[in-house]
């Protein structure tokens, strides 16, 4: 639909509000159209166009951003500190960086990937342009080769925090972002990569999540297969895509010397033995084949200590972050297309090896059962603060009436309390 003001003149060179062919008044950026004879729209439109900017609502936040309220607040803390404390058990150790530096040390390295997801602004002290922290993970990295480049390798950090990005997804509209992960550095092997799998099943267990399915991927073979081959241009685009849709028949059409093999490949994602089985037999470059080895090391290293472990392998999956160089893995639960955590391996700094894991605690709890909070107990005023102290050792939370209540049940109900305290003991409220 085109939109004029009803006199034809061009939108908002008038100082009018704009309308449409039909001489409806429409606001830019709204949906919103007032109807009524032209001039008295346009007054009513301007007039409500300048109340709404004078009294925006307080309660409006940006796209991607979000409040959270009780008691999802306190559970998702609850959640991340029950993954931080599995994390403390196998090791890691808990670093914070800060959510912004200096934009040069933040883009450097594997940094550079999320480049695009990053908040920029100027430093008022020194003009030097900062970021805000779109990945948690180039953050460590920094810290690794630089305050702790002198400390005993491998070495194993963990972290918790927000993280603000430029933009969400589809599947992930949030554009600040809670992350909780840890980071094996200084150590190439496939132990280290199966590390980052089973620590990261038992902290979801933590969280009550079992039924979970670790999806392997190897990043970096299938550009490396097409760069083997030579296919380039648009050739290469109209193939990644088809591979990224997962469409056999395009890979078929645009595949070129590959379409056999990586059509192969393409049907081979799933359980884990039959996709490396058919890694195994596929007719790889010395590249690929050496990462179709490594990657069946790693499956082996998971099997031998959690046997029961589901493990998918999806050979041409190749989206994630940019600085992954190795072994993957995505995290998935059942009946839910989002992803509950993402990592693999990376180099850290300059030359040294690494591999990660981080754990997306906003999806974890869309996913895990329902946590429960602690139950509310109403106290009223007066009462011995041991009583109250005896309950919260107990489990309880304790909320303290302020000034004398006539109606303790009532009151109790108001703050949303399920218990008042009498007699020393958490009674239940009345149904």
């Not at 390798?153 to 430029?166: E, H």
């Not at 949030?174 to 550095?185: K, P």
């Not at 028949?249 to 996709?275: F, K, Y």
């Not at 703050?415 to 009498?422: E, K, N, T």
Request: with cysteine; proline share 8%; aromatic share 4%.
């Amino acid at each position: 639909m085109v939109w004029t003001h009803a006199d034809g003149a061009t939108p908002g060179h008038d100082g009018c509000a704009p309308t449409n062919s039909d001489g409806n008044v429409f606001l830019p950026g709204r949906r919103t159209m007032y109807y009524g004879s032209p001039s008295r729209r346009r007054i009513e439109a301007a007039k409500n166009h300048l109340m709404s900017e004078d009294m925006p609502n307080p309660a409006l936040l940006p796209a991607g951003l979000c409040d959270l309220l009780p008691p999802d607040a306190e559970t998702e803390a609850s959640a991340v500190e029950a993954i931080m404390e599995v994390f403390a058990s196998y090791g890691y150790q808990r670093v914070k960086p800060p959510l912004l530096e200096f934009e040069t040390s933040l883009l450097s390295g594997s940094g550079a990937a999320v480049a695009d997801q990053t908040f920029r602004l100027m430093d008022p002290d020194s003009q030097r342009m900062m970021g805000l922290r779109a990945d948690t993970t180039p953050q460590v990295a920094r810290i690794a080769t630089t305050r702790l480049a002198g400390a005993p390798r491998p070495l194993r950090l963990s972290y918790a925090g927000q993280c603000l990005r430029v933009r969400g997804t589809q599947l992930a509209p949030d554009r600040q972002v809670a992350q909780a992960g840890i980071e094996l550095i200084g150590c190439d092997l496939p132990e280290a990569d199966a590390e980052i799998v089973l620590v990261g099943a038992e902290a979801l267990s933590a969280v009550g999540l079992t039924r979970v399915s670790f999806d392997l991927t190897l990043p970096m073979l299938v550009p490396g297969l097409l760069d083997n081959a030579g296919i380039a241009g648009p050739a290469r685009t109209a193939l990644t895509r088809a591979l990224d849709r997962k469409d056999a028949a395009a890979v078929a059409r645009h595949g070129g010397p590959l379409a056999g093999l990586l059509g192969e490949l393409l049907l081979a994602a799933g359980p884990a033995d039959r996709a490396l089985a058919t890694l195994g037999a596929a007719k790889l470059p010395p590249p690929g084949a050496a990462l179709a080895e490594r990657l069946a090391a790693a499956a082996t290293a998971i099997r031998a200590r959690a046997p029961g472990l589901r493990l998918t392998v999806d050979p041409v999956e190749f989206r994630g972050y940019q600085y992954e160089t190795g072994v993957s893995v995505t995290i998935y639960a059942p009946g839910r297309h989002e992803e509950l955590g993402w990592g693999g391996r990376y180099v850290c700094g300059e030359t040294e090896p690494a591999t990660g894991l981080t754990l997306y605690p906003d999806a974890l709890l869309r996913a895990a059962p329902k946590r429960e909070a602690k139950p509310r107990v109403f106290v009223p005023d007066g009462v011995d603060p041991a009583q109250a102290a005896a309950l919260r050792a107990r489990g309880f939370a304790t909320v303290a009436g302020l000034g004398v209540t006539t109606d303790q049940v009532a009151e109790a109900r108001r703050l949303g309390c399920a218990f008042v305290l009498q007699d020393a003991e958490a009674v239940a409220l009345p149904s």
